[in-house]
């Protein structure tokens, strides 16, 4: 694991695997970070297939750092990893991730499409409650503490504690910050997960999705995912110009078992355990 220096931010990593195997980036979902049970396990797989898999916690995540200057948290994210995959020297880079995961691969990729060789992507959020659930859950608890305690209230909220446990400098971050300036930020990072019927991804237009004309390996989502709908996953490989749609290795009601795993990563609990199912059908997918 190490830290660098990226947009001025610093982001925590892990390169795994053999340094001359090709490089393959895994991103997870929501706000959690690189060691949450199931993503190690799937990059471990991934190397045992002969890649060296990065492993990196999100601005925000984890233990690296977080800034309230982009115009979107999913934008902060992208060009996180583009610089991170550039501070690295990472070339002809494989791209995968789920949930919010896909939402930053598919945005990173848009981003340096010319070095990006394949990518793979599951549980796309979308829909329009899905999408409004995401604006709560990112920005709206937010909005709610710093409108009725100020910055120290934010601070305290449970959301930010994995991160400043394992990031103390979180906190002095977040205290940095000005209440109603913070406010109107999150209000703009919420605006952000607006549904919208011109593109199934928020942060991606259908001029981005052209850009990605390497092979996609898209997973339709289950029917039952009112997080990750169906549609959306079938809207996506739509635009996609090189997508292939699979059934991913899992039943309908997948993500609405896994919600109700505990979160324990000592315990390697969590809704993600599940990840290294993908493996074989990744690995086949990578390497054809």
Request: proline share 7%; hydrophobic share 45%; with cysteine.
């Amino acid at each position: 694991m190490a830290r660098i220096d990226v947009n001025g931010l610093m982001l925590d990593y892990e390169l795994i695997g053999d340094e001359g195997a090709p490089p393959l980036v895994l991103t997870p979902g929501g706000r959690y970070a690189r060691d949450t049970a199931g993503v190690p396990e799937l990059g471990a797989k991934l190397t045992q297939g002969g890649y060296r898999v990065l492993l990196w916690d999100r601005p925000g995540c984890g233990a690296s750092d977080i800034a309230f200057t982009a115009p979107s948290e999913s934008v902060m994210n992208a060009e996180a990893l583009v610089g991170l995959v550039d501070a690295l020297g990472l070339r002809d880079v494989t791209l995968a991730g789920g949930s919010a995961g896909s939402r930053i691969t598919l945005m990173a990729a848009a981003r340096m499409a010319a070095n990006v060789r394949r990518i793979a992507i599951w549980w796309i959020s979308g829909g329009p409650v899905g999408l409004a659930g995401l604006a709560w859950y990112y920005c709206g608890d937010q909005i709610a503490a710093a409108s009725k305690g100020g910055m120290e209230a934010v601070a305290e909220l449970p959301s930010w504690a994995d991160q400043m446990a394992r990031n103390p400098g979180l906190r002095d971050i977040l205290l940095a910050q000005d209440p109603e300036t913070y406010i109107a930020t999150m209000q703009c990072w919420g605006k952000a997960f607006a549904y919208s019927d011109a593109s199934p991804v928020p942060g991606m237009a259908e001029a981005d999705f052209a850009r990605l004309t390497m092979p996609v390996l898209t997973f339709r989502s289950g029917k039952s995912d009112m997080a990750h709908t169906r549609e959306t996953s079938e809207w996506v490989h739509r635009l996609l110009p090189n997508s292939t749609m699979v059934e991913p290795p899992w039943d309908d009601q997948e993500w609405n078992y896994v919600s109700t795993f505990p979160e324990d990563v000592a315990a390697r609990r969590g809704r993600f355990e599940r990840w290294p199912l993908l493996a074989p059908m990744l690995l086949d997918w990578f390497d054809g």
